[in-house]
């Protein structure tokens, strides 16, 4: 996966400067030099554990740079190959392992678990990044991503809800926009896609309708009953999910449609300007296109380029920054074809 290069800081950018500097006068005292470089190397290590735990969910669009090394968070997958490599300024590089993320042992994350919101958990472990890291790490084994209360939960093929026929606290209806059949989200979802639909608008994409959003256990037995009746099991299960195993039932997940003198059917929303953008710019405000063109055998449907699924804007900025097509990859999950 692709990660972002190791970034040149101002503090290695400073810190070569003080290094030519201090070479000029290397005749004077050299015992001093060598006392100087030492404090910065601990004052290092201090200042990067420090943004560590301070660059849990930068802004969308804000640079790298600006939140220092960001690919120094722990990627025990083997996906950071740069990660640990310090800038060539001739002063050693902090040790990545001086400033590794909270565990299932740490107590701000038990407390977060226990009581605390899906972004207090996030922040308890040092932010999306390093939450990701170690789920798909295998070193959280408190995160449950079954738990269909979270945002993270994880629904396919081979991952059920919990319960079976899980219904969601509350779902409402998103505000502004067109719609074709009926849906509602879970708040953070339905307001997000209010601001997506909004802000497709605004950037000249166009308008965007509501087909489908949450179902319940039975609407989407009669749901996937249909696709059944009509076309076959085997093709049934390519495009429609059995009872218990849709993303629809968590209140996460959405099907959008592009509509301009009317609404068009959700199957064309791919070849549509609303559908490129969505497919460029949905991470922005939570959410992931869940079953990408090409990614079938990990994720057992069809390119579904209409179906959008709400991670949530800290995890969603991960899953793009780090170039993830799949659930299943960004957590670490075996592939799920089929049942
Ligand atoms: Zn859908």
Not at 67 to 95: K, N, R
Not at 135 to 151: E, F, I, K, Q, W
Not at 239 to 247: D, T, V
Request: net charge negative.
């Amino acid at each position: 996966m692709p990660q972002p290069e190791q970034p040149t800081t101002r503090r290695a950018a400073r810190a070569a400067g003080r290094g030519r500097r201090s070479t000029r006068r290397r005749g004077v005292a050299l015992g001093a030099v060598v006392a100087l470089l030492a404090i910065a190397i601990v004052a290092g290590v201090a200042f990067s554990g420090a943004l560590q735990r301070s660059a849990a969910a930068p802004a969308p669009g804000s640079s790298a740079t600006d939140v220092a090394p960001t690919d120094a968070v722990a990627l025990p997958d083997g996906a950071g190959a740069g990660a640990g490599s310090g800038p060539a300024t001739g002063i050693p590089a902090p040790a990545q392992t001086s400033v590794a993320a909270a565990t299932c042992g740490d107590p701000a994350v038990t407390a977060a678990l226990s009581g605390g919101s899906d972004a207090d958990v996030l922040a308890a472990f040092g932010g999306a990044a390093a939450f990701r890291a170690a789920v798909a790490g295998g070193t959280a084994p408190c995160v449950d991503l079954s738990d269909s209360r979270r945002v993270w939960v994880v629904v396919d093929k081979k991952r059920p809800l919990v319960p079976v026929d899980f219904e969601p606290a509350e779902v409402t209806a998103p505000a502004n926009m067109p719609r074709t059949v009926d849906g509602r989200l879970q708040p953070a979802a339905s307001d997000a896609l209010t601001a997506l639909v909004a802000a497709a608008a605004a950037e000249g994409a166009g308008s965007i309708g509501l087909n489908s959003a949450y179902r319940s256990y039975d609407v989407q037995t009669r749901t996937y009953n249909g696709y059944v009746g009509s076309m076959g099991r085997e093709q049934a299960d390519l495009q429609s999910a059995r009872p218990g195993f849709s993303e629809h039932q968590t209140g996460l997940a959405t099907d959008i449609t592009a509509c301009n003198s009317g609404c068009a059917a959700i199957e064309s929303f791919g070849g549509t300007p609303q559908g490129a953008w969505v497919a460029a710019n949905a991470w922005r405000f939570g959410f992931i296109v869940r079953y990408e063109d090409g990614y079938t055998p990990i994720t057992g449907y069809e390119w579904e380029a209409w179906h959008l699924r709400y991670i949530g804007p800290e995890l969603a900025q991960v899953y793009h920054d780090g170039g993830f097509h799949t659930l299943e990859d960004f957590f670490g999950l075996p592939a799920a074809p089929t049942y």
